[in-house]
């Protein structure tokens, strides 16, 4: 019954909006892909002079793997360094903003715990305070750990604790979860799976399956039961920004192989704790951008670059005004997604062509919905930070007010997440912020039915290209790649196959690192 209720709801969507949230104003915020389809013209943006400028090392682009590449080579005592950012601010997907003056993330807003296997991450959160040894054991800080209750799920009409149905459902669906838990468990003691992938192998198991997508593994090994299937496919929406039918068997299995493995009700064991901030990841990316001031550039849409004899060149303009800059540099760390990078490069390697070839994307929305007052809530598991409504298109909201430390009930934002599928491309860039509206409000009041009667405003981020979808054949295609040269490192977690805080922090750490190497002797002629 939650199902046929759940889809006769969005069924009248469109019929919603105006009637069911009356108040309610918004826009659409937080990117500009006019900015960055201005790439598509080519000749006219090469049209105005550029003003000569010398650098040490260019970074093109100040998303978390240019921000970590930054940092590597401050570390290494090399300052003499610009980065190239297309927005308006750095972090890249882990940008922040507000509404009603609250805080709220315009992308990733968690990082989970990281292992030994991101021994790099580690040391970031330590630098940052966050984790510290204490009597010979490493700790967080509980402030920036996820306060309790973590996540929860509307489920048959009421909110039950975890995202994985199991209030009232079958023994043949139990049986179905504790079987995926055994198999999960032979793959990883098969195979190492870590997160940073580039921390561990490259199997042959991990190969095996890579070769097919989840959907067709799933159904290989028998596993046919719908709760389990929906379950699977929303943590792969999720992750990836896309679903089982379309990412590969070994992102299905690494998802839980590399953290917390699988747990059916009653076996949970420890699951993973995360890090989590009002404004998301913004809250790391924000950090780790002060201390270089204005050595971020932000506005630049890099149009060239190109490797010289002595050094590279890189060409970048200013999307609104047209001011052009051409910037002469030892070294270039190319932190574009690899279509970008792609179309940038002068002479772009051959796996930089391939990978632009080849490479899909998730697009991704992104909804903050301030709120005048707390919602009335249905039975069930108290309010959490993450809430996911089953059998809906939608991968749930978080709360922004969840971290808070007072008690008294008041306004908040609720960010909202939606992976509508590569074949929405078009509409994500061309629908205006009604049209997410009215998704929200379809996906959402089922459960809250008086969501329209408290929201104020909605602010909509929209991501063309949010993430790289690590379809079959991604992790063959990936491995050993010539990412790091004498005049150019590349850093993006599109080298990791699929996008989240670790891999693309690690890969531009690792940049950083080869970069500063390439440059050994290098004395800095001077910055612009």
Do not use: K
Request: proline share 7%; glycine share 10%.
């Amino acid at each position: 019954m939650d199902r046929r209720r759940w889809l006769a709801a969005a069924a009248a969507w469109p019929l919603w909006g105006c009637d069911a949230a009356p108040g309610l104003q918004g826009a659409l915020t937080g990117t500009h892909p006019e900015r960055g389809h201005r790439l598509r013209g080519g000749a006219d943006l090469r049209a105005a002079q550029p003003v000569p400028r010398r650098t040490g090392v260019v970074i093109a682009g100040a998303g978390i793997a240019g921000l970590a590449a930054a940092r590597a080579l401050r570390q290494a005592g090399i300052d003499d360094v610009v980065l190239l950012d297309l927005e308006d601010e750095a972090g890249g997907n882990s940008r922040g903003g507000a509404v009603g003056g609250l805080s709220c993330p315009l992308g990733a807003h968690y990082l989970p715990v990281p292992g030994d296997a991101a021994h790099h991450v580690q040391d970031l959160l330590e630098e940052f305070g966050l984790r510290r040894r204490i009597a010979g054991r490493w700790t967080y800080d509980e402030r920036h750990l996820c306060h309790s209750p973590q996540e929860r799920l509307f489920f048959q009409g009421q909110w039950q604790e975890g995202l994985l149905p199991a209030q009232g459902v079958a023994a043949a669906t139990l049986e179905a979860y504790r079987r995926l838990a055994r198999r999960i468990d032979a793959l990883a003691r098969d195979a190492r799976y870590t997160v940073p992938t580039s921390a561990g192998p490259v199997a042959p198991a991990h190969l095996r399956l890579d070769a097919t997508t989840f959907s067709a593994w799933l159904a290989a090994e028998g596993f046919s039961d719908a709760l389990l299937l929906w379950y699977l496919d929303y943590c792969c929406r999720d992750e990836y920004g896309a679903g089982i039918a379309t990412v590969s068997a070994w992102a299905g299995v690494h998802y839980f192989a590399s953290r917390h493995g699988f747990h059916p009700p009653g076996e949970e064991g420890d699951r993973d704790a995360v890090l989590t901030w009002p404004e998301g990841n913004a809250w790391l990316a924000r950090r780790l951008a002060a201390p270089l001031g204005d050595r971020v550039r932000p506005r630049r849409l890099v149009t060239r670059i190109a490797t010289t004899r002595g050094g590279v060149e890189v060409d970048a303009t200013d999307p609104d005004s047209g001011a052009a800059e051409r910037w002469q540099a030892a070294h270039a760390v190319v932190a574009l997604p690899a279509f970008v990078a792609a179309r940038v490069l002068a002479s772009p390697p051959a796996f930089v062509a391939e990978a632009g070839r080849q490479a899909r994307y998730a697009p991704w929305i992104v909804a903050n919905l301030h709120l005048h007052s707390p919602l009335a809530d249905r039975p069930g598991a108290a309010p959490a930070w993450d809430n996911v409504i089953h059998g809906s298109r939608g991968l749930g909201y978080v709360d922004a007010r969840h971290q808070a430390l007072d008690p008294r009930p008041g306004p908040t934002v609720l960010t909202w997440y939606l992976a509508p599928g590569e074949e929405a491309r078009r509409q994500v860039l061309e629908a205006p912020w009604t049209h997410w509206r009215d998704r929200l409000l379809a996906d959402l009041l089922p459960a809250h039915p008086d969501l329209g009667a408290r929201a104020t405003r909605l602010e909509v981020t929209r991501y063309g290209h949010a993430m790289r979808i690590p379809v079959p054949g991604t992790r063959e295609r990936l491995r050993g790649l010539p990412l790091h040269g004498t005049r150019l490192s590349f850093a993006h977690a599109d080298w990791a196959g699929y996008s989240v805080f670790e891999e693309a922090f690690t890969q531009g750490h690792l940049a950083g690192v080869a970069a500063a190497r390439a440059l050994a002797g290098y004395r800095p002629s001077g910055s612009a």
